[in-house]
Nanobody
């Protein structure tokens, strides 16, 4: 079983930055491509960034140029650096696999507001 623990969210003003962390435990070898997702109440969860084992990244158009995903194999942690945050980035952020989805963690709340 794979488990995710997300952290690093909070309240930030527009234009600010946050760094999210996702610690992965369990059968981590099962995961190849990792991703960060976000969800707003009443809307579907959307994929915002992904990273392959080789370090290739891909981003949703809405966050391209502002967000950076990275992974630390030694710490089994995936990060999401979020810069130039906008109110529309407000959501609960989760990490998970891409081709294989595991039980979701509790997520971390990001609120962008003045």
């Amino acid at each position: 079983q794979v488990q995710f623990v997300e952290s690093g969210g909070g309240l930030v003003q527009p234009g600010g930055s946050l760094r999210l962390s996702c610690t992965v435990s369990g059968r981590i070898f099962s995961i190849r491509v990792m991703g960060w997702y976000r969800q707003v109440p009443g809307k579907q969860r959307e994929l915002v960034a992904q990273i392959t084992p080789g370090g290739t990244t891909n981003y949703a158009d809405s966050v391209k140029g502002r967000f950076t995903i990275s992974r630390d194999y030694a710490k089994t942690t995936v990060y999401l650096q979020m810069n130039s945050l906008k109110p529309e980035d407000t959501a609960v952020y989760y990490c998970n696999g891409i081709t294989d989805i595991f039980p979701w963690g509790q997520g971390t709340q990001v609120t962008v507001s003045s």
